[in-house]
């Protein structure tokens, strides 16, 4: 399910929020997804939140809360960096952490 993962980094990017265009926020548009994907510790929490296996950030939980709005919309609110994000965090999971991903693909 591409489309989960793709929602994925697009919340985490956005944390829920609009601009005034209907599009996702650009304020996380910056993030050094690098880090993120690199850091054991933050993807796993991140994953296991939305595998509902442990506990959530703040912004796990909004990222959660807001995950089924950007799957049911097809990213449509994304910014070009937020789709292009969206890529890179699928690809990583899939290579780097297929079971992984086949679990998130399952929810």
């Not at 929602?7 to 910056?30: Q, V």
């Not at 296991?48 to 796990?60: I, M, R, S, V, Y």
């Not at 780097?96 to 399952?106: A, C, G, Q, T, V």
Request: aromatic share 8%; charged share 30%; with cysteine.
């Amino acid at each position: 399910m591409k489309i989960f993962l793709l929602s994925f980094i697009l919340l985490y990017l956005t944390k829920g929020h609009f601009s005034e265009e209907s599009k996702y926020t650009n304020k996380y548009d910056g993030v050094n997804l690098d880090e993120i994907l690199t850091n054991e510790r933050l993807l796993t929490g991140y994953i296991k939140c939305l595998l509902e296996q442990g506990p959530c950030t703040p912004d796990a939980k909004e990222l959660k809360n807001n995950l089924p709005d950007a799957i049911q919309n097809d990213c449509k609110k994304c910014t070009n960096r937020q789709q292009q994000g969206a890529d890179q965090v699928m690809g990583y999971i899939i290579d780097h952490r297929p079971d992984d991903w086949n679990k998130l693909e399952e929810k």
